[in-house]
């Protein structure tokens, strides 16, 4: 893949954007220390999100914008053709182009899955992953964990008058064809994403409101759906790993990170008690000092930050 650099210098502080191969690809760098690249979740959800400036203090925290959530930056095939592949080569050509030997990635939801995928297949550019809800599988298996642990939520919230809003947000993920449906869904579901919204209703608002969203089906360019099994590979994977997980999480539970765990050779499992699937935004004390501890704990010599 052929990139055509915008900037003279890939790491400093703001935004950046290159082509490659006629998509743009956006990043922006915040903070100072060990590099380690954010990956949002979805596919789709845009960046930013997943801003965590207690992270900045502390590393250089380069904030990946996904690729098809600009009309510069989609590909010809879109909404189509967004396969782990397709987001693994733009990220080797992102980190080559960093200038750093070796770097962190840190992939949430959708994000983690990607992360796992850069990590089987092209290790050498990484000094540590933190997988941060995600899972080693998807499919039917995924979907009927995600389903008991929603039906959990709904009998927990039983007669909230929020919870029609988000139910009806579910049942509308199916059918999503837009932009716009992919943006309300998204913040429509946003309740039982966190281990009490409600109870946090002022605080977390206007989070769920800043989130924007753009469609990406899920299926390869040719309509065929991506199925997710990582179990065989995560048994070999040869960088460091912390697999991060809210204890309420009704997407991606604890179940999974559990699971990962086992099948890591090389991992540690934070479990944040207070968290769903945000716990960088509900605990984000304990989420920034693990991440920090882990980077700075596993950053590589050579690269002359530690």
């Excluded at 065989?232 to 990170?257: F, Y």
Aim: aromatic fraction near 8%.
């Amino acid at each position: 893949m052929n990139a055509s650099p915008t900037h003279t210098d890939p790491l400093s502080p703001g935004s950046h954007a290159y082509r490659v191969g006629g998509i743009v690809q956006r990043y922006h760098v915040y903070g100072s220390g060990p590099v380690c690249l954010a990956l949002s979740g979805g596919p789709g959800i845009h960046w930013e999100y997943m801003r965590m400036p207690a992270l900045e203090e502390h590393l250089t925290m380069v904030y990946v914008q996904p690729i098809g959530t600009a009309e510069d930056s989609r590909l010809p095939s879109h909404p189509h053709g967004y396969t782990r592949e397709r987001y693994s080569l733009f990220l080797e050509t992102l980190i080559t182009r960093l200038g750093v030997p070796k770097v962190h990635l840190l992939g949430h939801s959708h994000g983690a899955f990607v992360t796992a995928y850069h990590a089987l297949r092209r290790a050498e550019q990484l000094t540590g992953v933190v997988l941060y809800e995600g899972a080693p599988v998807t499919g039917p298996e995924h979907g009927a964990e995600a389903g008991r642990r929603v039906e959990e939520f709904v009998a927990k919230h039983a007669g909230h008058p929020g919870l029609p809003d988000v139910l009806a947000a579910f049942s509308a993920m199916s059918s999503i064809s837009s932009d716009e449906e992919t943006q309300a869904v998204a913040r429509g579901v946003l309740p039982s994403y966190f281990a009490d919204y409600w109870g946090n209703q002022e605080r977390l608002a206007p989070f769920r409101d800043a989130v924007r969203a753009s469609y990406i089906s899920g299926l390869d360019a040719d309509l065929t759906p991506e199925v997710i099994d990582d179990r065989a590979g995560l048994k070999g994977l040869e960088v460091p790993a912390l697999v991060i997980v809210g204890r309420h999480d009704v997407i991606c539970g604890p179940r999974w990170a559990f699971e990962m765990d086992e099948l890591i050779p090389d991992s540690q499992l934070l479990v944040l008690e207070n968290s769903g699937h945000m716990g960088h935004v509900e605990e984000p004390e304990l989420f920034a000092d693990a991440v920090r501890d882990f980077a700075l704990r596993t950053a590589a010599p050579k690269d002359g930050t530690v």
